[in-house]
């Protein structure tokens, strides 16, 4: 059985989170081949592969976003009313005609440069802004409009190949190329959401400086068309927990689709952890790339004010720190500057090795779906602080049908005070501590294992691949 993966900026090129499910998923069926369809802004970037990868992928091939060529037009361009039709529900983002989009952009003799720079988009555009967007100065317009469906064009142009079942890992323009293998193969379709991509996107465009007033609204609003080309073609729908299956529901997946499978950690291995320490004290862990989103900065400043109340406080930064080089300069400026003691930045660690020496793991991202590394510091009894992102609360005060108790504490996002107040009351109290990681030992061992996310993920593709997939060519429905 072959089945073909599609993430953005993930998987291979970046370490842990969904990197971190998508290999451990693919080690654990070895019965069954995948090949990764893979997306990253410019040639560069590719071929940058943190993870040495199962015998059962058996290729791995990568689309790049960006290009800058799309400013020189190379070839005349003229297209039939037909395809007019389509390029325009597409930009006007009303009842997209993505079947007749695919297969235009499967056969067509244009690059993406030609069509961005044709007289008939051209056209099309002109329409959009007298429509829409009249207050704008239309040469900015035009740009913001050609920079805007230059990845997407690249996206639609990536060659597909046959498989049993695709199964895209975001929305977004992985979610495109699903798309697209499903249209012209009619296989199976699966998404799996770890965080909202749609949402995730708004929030980057609202925060971002790139883009003023009403071109963040042309960019929130396209992201959105995209998300709802794959809800609209998948066959199941799968999010993490609870509340992001509701999210998705109200931006436009239909419920009966939707599903909710949580991520999980291998238990065992979180069992007699090494525990020696090179110094007495509690030592505060935090498991996390030193990247923005991850909010690092908050991070020391909240332990910096916790180690004036608790001098005997340790913090391991325990994380990759080559992908953002500027912003980790930027928090050792911070360390030096303030002049904060016991701060040890590990670099790329084993977990294993590190977390049975902590007493506690902190966690705060301005972003996250279900955090990893919450599970896994649960899993070996350690109690937790994590903002209130994603699925980070019901880890740690329990869902429906869980009555193990709190296994760690939830702070507001950007609070150093909050944030420093939490790391105080746990470092205080070794009780408190003890009770906590019992607890998230416990929600771990029944809600939370690897074994039964594996187990549902293989019925998953073998009823789609199986004799369900037969059923469904059957019913002409796909």
């Not at 979610?175 to 929030?203: M, N, Q, S």
Request: net charge negative; charged share 25%; aromatic share 12%.
């Amino acid at each position: 059985m072959k089945i073909a993966m599609f993430a953005e900026g993930s998987y291979p090129y970046v370490a842990g989170g969904v990197s971190g499910w998508m290999q451990m998923l693919i080690k654990s069926l070895p019965e069954k081949d995948f090949v990764i369809y893979t997306l990253v802004p410019t040639r560069e970037d590719g071929g940058k592969f943190k993870y040495e990868f199962p015998s059962n992928i058996c290729e791995i091939r990568e689309t790049y976003l960006t290009e800058n060529e799309y400013i020189y037009k190379k070839k005349k361009v003229k297209l039939s009313d037909d395809e007019i039709l389509s390029l325009r529900s597409l930009l006007f983002g009303e009842n997209v005609r993505w079947k007749q989009l695919f297969s235009f952009f499967d056969s067509t003799e244009y690059s993406a440069n030609d069509l961005l720079m044709s007289l008939d988009f051209l056209d099309l555009t002109r329409q959009l802004y007298m429509e829409r967007y009249p207050d704008c100065v239309f040469t900015d317009f035009l740009w913001s409009i050609r920079s805007l469906y230059l990845p997407l064009f690249r996206v639609l142009m990536t060659p597909v190949e046959e498989a049993d079942c695709y199964h895209a890992i975001s929305t977004g323009y992985a979610g495109i190329t699903a798309c697209k293998a499903k249209y012209r193969y009619g296989r199976p379709l699966i998404l799996t959401e770890h965080g909202i991509y749609t949402r995730e996107r708004e929030e980057e465009i609202i925060k971002a400086d790139w883009t003023q007033g009403i071109y963040k609204n042309l960019w929130i609003r396209y992201f959105y068309t995209l998300s709802q080309c794959i809800y609209d073609a998948a066959d199941q729908v799968i999010s993490l927990f609870q509340t992001a299956r509701e999210i998705q529901m109200e931006i436009g997946c239909p419920p009966e689709k939707t599903r909710v499978i949580a991520n999980g950690v291998f238990s065992r291995d979180m069992e007699n952890l090494p525990t020696e320490r090179s110094s007495d004290g509690i030592n505060i862990g935090a498991v996390a790339r030193i990247v923005p989103i991850k909010d690092i900065k908050t991070m020391l400043n909240a332990y910096r004010l916790a180690k004036q109340r608790v001098p005997s406080l340790h913090l391991y930064l325990m994380g990759p720190t080559e992908e953002n080089e500027r912003y980790y300069q930027e928090c050792l400026d911070l360390v030096a500057n303030f002049k904060i003691p016991d701060v040890i930045f590990t670099g790329r660690i084993q977990v294993k090795e590190y977390l049975g020496k902590m007493d506690m793991i902190v966690l705060t991202s301005i972003s996250e779906g279900q955090p990893l590394c919450l599970l896994e510091a649960m899993a070996a009894g350690k109690p937790c602080i994590a903002t209130d992102v994603g699925g980070c609360k019901e880890l740690l005060y329990g869902a429906e049908n869980d009555s193990y108790g709190h296994s760690g504490l939830i702070i507001p996002t950007m609070n150093v005070d909050k944030a420093a107040e939490a790391m105080i009351t746990l470092a205080v109290n070794e009780k408190k501590r003890e009770q906590m990681g019992q607890a998230g030992r416990a929600r771990v061992a029944e809600f939370y294992r690897n074994e039964e996310v594996v187990r549902r993920y293989r019925k998953i593709y073998d009823q789609w691949a199986g004799e369900e997939l037969k059923q469904w060519q059957a019913s002409g429905l796909n």
